[in-house]
């Protein structure tokens, strides 16, 4: 790997041509205020690539071919992953107290499987607080069976969800009931890391989807879409377009949840408000 050169910037022109690219293929907005943020994450990228500067990286990438190579290399440096358990909690109190029975009465009969779709779900915290949630519910609910899709665009974090194993500190916000009975310590307890068991894992899947795309090859019957704190980061006319194609995908009754800094006011969506950024389609 080359020695990385901290005081490295992008020109002004070859930060345009990568800000509008991200952009059009991910829907993430790149303004100039981020510029800094970026030049910070593509530097290891580029030394691990032994090039002389992040200039060089654009020439690299848009002048001499490689950008079909090198593009999940790239989302994977500029994308964003905040995540934790139970993040914004009153939407799984809403699924428990409410959404999780109304699906249970109008499920398609004893076979029925709840299907969950996690469609930005970084290192998998998210997948997995509803998966806990599920299994709890089913722990009262004869025959009840579930399964989560999980989904990003970035595949150094679905690696990461994919293992299930977090630190000993993101455990917090997990009641301690549920820590105990879908967390295992690690046996080296000097790297204070849990990893959540194999029972939970199971259920859930994980695939890499760019939800820029037009069709996302997703089952259409889903019965509860998580799409949270994606959507700040598009333009208007993306998140519409993002939540169209995402309620094609939601079955009638089934319910969306996005973050509580997301809105749809002004959009043409199927969706009726059932609670704060928790719609159901009609």
Request: glycine share 8%; aromatic share 8%.
């Amino acid at each position: 790997m080359a020695p990385l050169n901290a005081q490295d910037r992008l020109s002004p022109q070859q930060f345009r041509r990568l800000a509008s690219f991200i952009e059009g293929y991910s829907g993430i907005r790149m303004p100039p205020a981020k510029k800094v943020m970026i030049e910070g994450r593509l530097r290891r990228r580029v030394g691990k690539l032994g090039l002389s500067s992040l200039n060089a990286y654009c020439d690299r990438l848009f002048d001499q071919g490689d950008l079909e190579n090198e593009i999940i290399h790239l989302i994977d440096a500029v994308t964003t992953n905040k995540t934790e358990f139970f993040r914004e909690p009153q939407h799984f109190q809403f699924l428990i107290d409410q959404g999780l029975p109304a699906l249970a009465k109008s499920g398609s009969g004893p076979g029925h499987v709840l299907k969950a779709w996690s469609a930005a779900c970084s290192t998998g915290a998210e997948p997995y607080t509803l998966a806990m949630i599920l299994s709890e519910f089913g722990g009262t609910h004869r025959g009840y069976r579930y399964s989560i899709l999980a989904t990003d665009i970035c595949t150094e974090v679905l690696g990461k969800a994919l293992l299930g194993i977090y630190p000993e500190e993101m455990m917090a916000p997990v009641p301690v009931d549920l820590r105990k009975r879908y967390f295992l310590r690690s046996r080296d307890r000097a790297k204070r890391d849990v990893r959540v068991v194999p029972d939970l894992r199971a259920h859930v899947r994980f695939a890499r989807l760019n939800l820029m795309e037009e069709n996302y090859g997703v089952d259409d019957a889903m019965d509860v879409i998580f799409c949270r704190n994606i959507l700040i980061y598009f333009d208007k006319s993306t998140q519409e377009q993002v939540l169209q194609r995402l309620c094609r995908h939601l079955r009638p009754g089934g319910y969306l949840i996005i973050g509580h800094s997301e809105a749809t006011a002004g959009f043409s969506l199927p969706l009726r408000s059932v609670a704060p950024t928790v719609f159901m389609r009609e």
